[in-house]
């Protein structure tokens, strides 16, 4: 397993509210672990909301008492849970001081354990799989268009350029009873994923995301490579992004 992230200003903000974690070696009980979250919030609280779910869940993580876990299942368990401490405190914090009142942060986090992704996931930033001529979303977006594809009001072509795309239905730290999403796939035939902020997604389309990812360059240049097409289609958010190749060799 290779990995690289890189997380960016974008062209248009003055300041990074996205952070960015990646351990391809044993962190805690956890065979590897990888995070990206994008804060929300007046003045610096988004980045203190991002940065504090890092801490608070890695914490959680390397202080618990379990022994290393083989299994998804037990895997699955910590990362939610893990997700759960995060938005408490960041929940706590967040009521503590006015400057940081409505901070929250996404929080999309995965571990990888033999064939199998293990998901804690809240708000829209991503995780996706890619294969050699496959790209899949294996989040789902806690967004009011993302609700609209649901129920069949709006196409997901549409959802892409809709004028309420980036309001967010479920935030960690807005709220002391936010859920996590808990998830875990099968990545059979999958050789890369991608974990991401919107400020690329709402730059670049999955194909060209496929594309980028699928090229034969080190993880580095192709998180590079990422960010640069973000930009170069106008860079209106904080770019943020971790490649995980699961199979292949070393560049």
Do not use: W
């Amino acid at each position: 397993m290779y990995a690289a992230g890189l997380t960016a200003v974008g062209l248009v903000r003055n300041h990074n509210e996205d952070v960015i974690f990646y351990s391809t070696e044993s962190f805690g009980p956890l065979p590897n672990f990888f995070v990206v979250a994008d804060g929300m919030g007046g003045h610096n609280a988004g980045e203190v909301a991002s940065a504090k779910s890092l801490e608070y869940s890695s914490n959680f993580i390397l202080e618990s008492k379990k022994s290393k876990l083989t299994n998804p299942e037990d895997i699955l368990d910590i990362l939610i849970t893990a997700a759960m401490q995060a938005n408490n405190s960041v929940f706590e914090l967040s009521v503590s001081k006015p400057a940081y009142y409505g901070m929250g942060t996404t929080f999309s986090a995965c571990s990888i354990i033999g064939n199998t992704i293990v998901i804690a996931h809240i708000g829209d930033s991503r995780i996706y799989t890619i294969s050699p001529g496959n790209i899949t979303q294996v989040t789902t977006d806690h967004t009011y268009v993302e609700e609209m594809v649901k129920a069949g009001k709006i196409t997901r072509e549409e959802a892409r350029s809709h004028s309420r795309r980036n309001i967010l239905t479920r935030v960690l730290g807005c709220d002391s009873l936010t859920p996590a999403d808990g998830t875990t796939y099968s990545l059979e035939g999958v050789n890369s994923i991608l974990l991401c902020s919107d400020g690329l997604t709402d730059m670049i389309s999955d194909e060209d995301i496929m594309e980028i990812i699928n090229q034969n360059t080190p993880p580095k240049a192709r998180a590079e490579a990422l960010v640069s097409a973000a930009n170069n289609n106008g860079g209106k958010d904080n770019i943020s992004v971790i490649i995980i190749d699961v199979k292949g060799e070393a560049h």
